[in-house]
T-cell receptor, first 113, second 114 residues
Framework: DAGVIQSPRHEVTEMGQEVTLRCKPI?????LFWYRQTMMRGLELLIY????????DSGMPEDRFSAKMPNASFSTLKIQPSEPRDSAVYFC???????????FGSGTRLTVV | SQQGEEDPQALSIQEGENATMNCSYK?????LQWYRQNSGRGLVHLIL?????REKHSGRLRVTLDTSKKSSSLLITASRAADTASYFC??????????????FGTGTQLKVEL
C-alpha cells in the first residue's frame, strides 16, 4: 500500500485565490482526518469523516474552509478565499477506526502571499 | 487548546543514552498514542496504550500510562542518531455529541548526538 497520498506537496498562492488540497486515504480505512500544523498552534484537527460522513468539523476555522469526501478513496479541503494566515502544513490522515492509530500523509505545505 | 502538554519541550542526549518524554492531559481518554515526526515529514504512529493498560513495550520503546495522574511517559532506550525527531502524544477521547477525537500535544524535540 502506498500509504496516505496527499497532493500537491507544496502550494504557493496569492491572497484571495482558491486553494484545493487533495487526499487519498489507505484503502479500507473508514476514518479520515484533516489536520493543520503551525509553529504557533501546533497540530489542530480541522475536520474528520467516518464512512465518508463529516462527524466533527468544529475545528474548521471559518466559512472560508470546506471539506468534502465524495467517496471512500478521496477527500478535498478547500480554502476560498485564501489568506496569509492560512499558511501552514496541512496533513491528511486515515485510520481503520477512530480509536486506532492514524496513518498520516506527507502533508501539503501551503504558502499564501 | 492542546489536550496534551509534553515535557520537556526539547531534549538533547548522546547516542546510547535513554530518552524520556512526558505527557500530561486533562480529560478522560479511551487511549493515548505516541507519534514521531521527522523534520518536514508526516507523523508516524509509534504505539498505542489503552486506558486500562499501565505499561506497553514495542522494541526500544516503553510507554506508561497513569490515568489517576492523567499522565504518560515514553522511554526510548539505547537511543540512536536516527531517533532524532519530534515526538507527540495524542489522546483519544469521546466527544459529547458522539464520535471520537484525537488531540495532539505540543511535542518534544529530541536530538540524539553522536
Amino acid at each position: 500500500d502506498a500509504g496516505v497520498i496527499q497532493s500537491p506537496r507544496h502550494e504557493v498562492t496569492e491572497m484571495g485565490q482558491e486553494v484545493t488540497l487533495r487526499c487519498k486515504p489507505i484503502s479500507g480505512h473508514n476514518s479520515l482526518f484533516w489536520y493543520r500544523q503551525t509553529m504557533m498552534r501546533g497540530l489542530e484537527l480541522l475536520i474528520y469523516f467516518n464512512n465518508n460522513v463529516p462527524i466533527d468539523d468544529s475545528g474548521m476555522p471559518e466559512d472560508r474552509f470546506s471539506a468534502k469526501m465524495p467517496n471512500a478513496s478521496f477527500s478535498t479541503l478547500k480554502i476560498q478565499p485564501s489568506e496569509p494566515r492560512d499558511s501552514a502544513v496541512y496533513f491528511c490522515a486515515s485510520s481503520l477506526r477512530v480509536s486506532y492509530g492514524y496513518t498520516f500523509g506527507s502533508g501539503t505545505r501551503l504558502t499564501v502571499v | 487548546s492542546q489536550q496534551g502538554e509534553e515535557d520537556p519541550q526539547a531534549l538533547s542526549i548522546q547516542e546510547g543514552e535513554n530518552a524520556t518524554m512526558n505527557c500530561s492531559y486533562k480529560t478522560s481518554i479511551n487511549n493515548l498514542q505516541w507519534y514521531r515526526q521527522n523534520s518536514g515529514r508526516g507523523l508516524v504512529h509509534l504505539i498505542l496504550i489503552r486506558s486500562n493498560e499501565r505499561e506497553k513495550h514495542s522494541g526500544r520503546l516503553r510507554v506508561t500510562l497513569d490515568t489517576s495522574k492523567k499522565s504518560s511517559s515514553l522511554l526510548i532506550t539505547a537511543s540512536r542518531a536516527a531517533d532524532t525527531a519530534s515526538y507527540f502524544c495524542a489522546t483519544d477521547a469521546r466527544l459529547t455529541g458522539g464520535g471520537n477525537k484525537l488531540t495532539f500535544g505540543t511535542g518534544t524535540q529530541l536530538k540524539v548526538e553522536l
